[in-house]
Every structure is written in structure tokens, then in C-alpha cells.
């Protein structure tokens, strides 16, 4: 049995892994999938201090709390980069990181940096589409059903983890096993930066058709990716 952990990305909370999550523990799988701080069901308590440090604390006592040991640590957008830093702080924990279509920024760099798009305003607790705009741009790939799904759950997303320039020199100094995932149909971290994140920590590059949301649209193709890493030892 593995011990999968799932971290979301922006304008999301755990309920976007939910049916991923099913397949993974119909195969005998422990599979948490938690929301971080200000957002999904966690929005209602959004305000001023909530930064990458304190979300990858967030995942990081996760690990301790549960008593988690050898986790596959799967990160999406910018999931990528709270994974990084709870990587950092739970190094004896983890077995496995796995980024799927996530953004991994070096020191200095931000979202902003990485996509190339003007930073969001500093004032903004949040930043986000509104709902006619979330089907339309962030869910657009998905069918017609799922798609209202999502909608009916988007959140808009805490701005300081993601805007602020990180610093995660201590994960970029240290050996990790490493998958990175890209997803063709997204432009969103670009390519070469899910590349660079390969290349720079010696890990698998691999590609997936599909949108920014393979864990709804292509749940069993990015199943089927997760489970092949259970027996899979450094």
C-alpha cells in the first residue's frame, strides 16, 4: 500500500481530486487530499498571513499529524509550489514528488514570473475569474456536467503563496525523486518551465493530452500514472 497526498492548485481545494482520490484507494491506496488555507470550503477564512510558508506548514503537519512516512507527494499548478516547500520541512517523509502541470519556481521567481503576466494588484487578498469566466476559460475542456461541477466549486485564490518571490533554496539544494507531468492542451506553467523542473532535479518528463485539470477530464490516464509510481522505490 502507498500513501498518496494531493495538493490543489489556484481556484481549486481538495474536492478537485475527489475522483482521482476513488481510484486511487479502490486499488488499496491511503489517499488524503486536504484544502489548504482560504480556499474551497476553507475560503470563508481568508485574510491577511496566509503565505506559501505557512501552507506548506500546513502540508508538512499534515504528514506529522498522521504519522505519514514514504508519501508520494503530488502537486498541481500552483500546488507545485506548496509542495516544494512542505518537501522542504518533511524531508524524511516523503518517497516521491510528482508534479502534475505545476509550477516549481526557483528563488526570486513568482507565478507572475513563470507565466509571464503582469503581478496581481499587492492590496488583493485574492485573486480569481468570475464564475461566467471560470467555465468559460478555467473549465472549458471539461464536458458539460463536470464542467458546472467545478464552477459550482471554483474559489478564488489567496494572492501572497503565489505572488510573492519564493525563497525554497533548501529544495533546490537536495536530492528528490522527482515526476513532472505536463499537460498539452494547458498553456499554463509553460512547458519549458515543467522541463526546467525535470531537467534541474534529474527526474522523469512526461506528457499527458489533456487540459489543466487531467484529474477530471483524463481521471484514469492520471490514475494509471500514479499507480505505476507504488512499487517504484529510489
Known amino acids: 500500500m502507498a500513501t498518496y497526498v494531493l495538493v490543489h492548485g489556484s481556484w481549486q481545494g481538495g474536492?478537485?481530486?475527489?475522483?482521482?482520490?476513488?481510484?486511487l484507494r479502490a486499488a488499496g491506496?491511503?489517499?488524503?487530499h486536504p484544502t489548504l488555507d482560504g480556499c474551497g470550503e476553507r475560503s470563508h477564512a481568508l485574510r491577511e498571513g496566509i503565505t506559501l510558508d505557512t501552507q506548506g506548514h500546513e502540508i508538512a503537519g499534515l504528514l506529522f499529524y498522521e504519522d505519514?512516512?514514504?508519501?508520494?507527494?503530488v502537486g498541481t499548478s500552483s500546488g507545485g509550489m506548496v509542495v516544494?516547500?512542505?518537501?522542504?520541512?518533511?524531508?524524511?517523509r516523503i518517497r516521491r514528488l510528482v508534479f502534475v502541470d505545476a509550477l516549481v519556481p526557483i528563488p526570486g521567481e513568482s507565478t507572475s514570473i513563470i507565466n509571464n503576466r503582469q503581478?496581481?494588484?499587492?492590496?488583493d487578498l485574492a485573486y480569481g475569474l468570475q464564475p461566467e469566466q471560470a467555465s468559460e476559460r478555467a473549465f472549458a475542456d471539461l464536458e458539460p456536467v463536470?464542467?458546472?461541477?467545478?464552477?459550482?466549486r471554483y474559489t478564488r485564490h489567496p494572492r501572497?503563496?503565489?505572488e510573492e518571490p519564493v525563497d525554497l533554496r533548501d529544495f533546490w539544494s537536495q536530492p528528490w525523486q522527482v515526476d513532472v507531468l505536463n499537460c498539452k492542451?494547458?498553456?499554463?506553467?509553460?512547458?519549458?518551465?515543467?522541463r526546467r523542473t525535470a531537467e534541474r532535479l534529474g527526474g522523469a518528463y512526461r506528457e499527458i493530452d489533456s487540459g489543466h485539470y487531467p484529474m477530471l477530464s483524463n481521471t484514469d490516464e492520471l490514475a494509471d500514472y500514479l499507480l505505476s509510481m507504488a512499487e517504484v522505490r529510489a
Open 15 to 23: 474536492w478537485v481530486w475527489k475522483p482521482l482520490a476513488a481510484r
Open 160 to 162: 501572497a503563496p503565489t
Open 146 to 152: 463536470l464542467r458546472a461541477w467545478a464552477v459550482a
Open 185 to 194: 492542451r494547458s498553456g499554463a506553467p509553460p512547458e519549458a518551465h515543467q
Open 29 to 32: 491506496h491511503l489517499v488524503y
Open 68 to 73: 505519514l512516512t514514504d508519501v508520494i507527494l
Open 84 to 92: 516544494a516547500r512542505a518537501a522542504e520541512l518533511a524531508r524524511d
Open 119 to 123: 503581478p496581481y494588484d499587492r492590496n
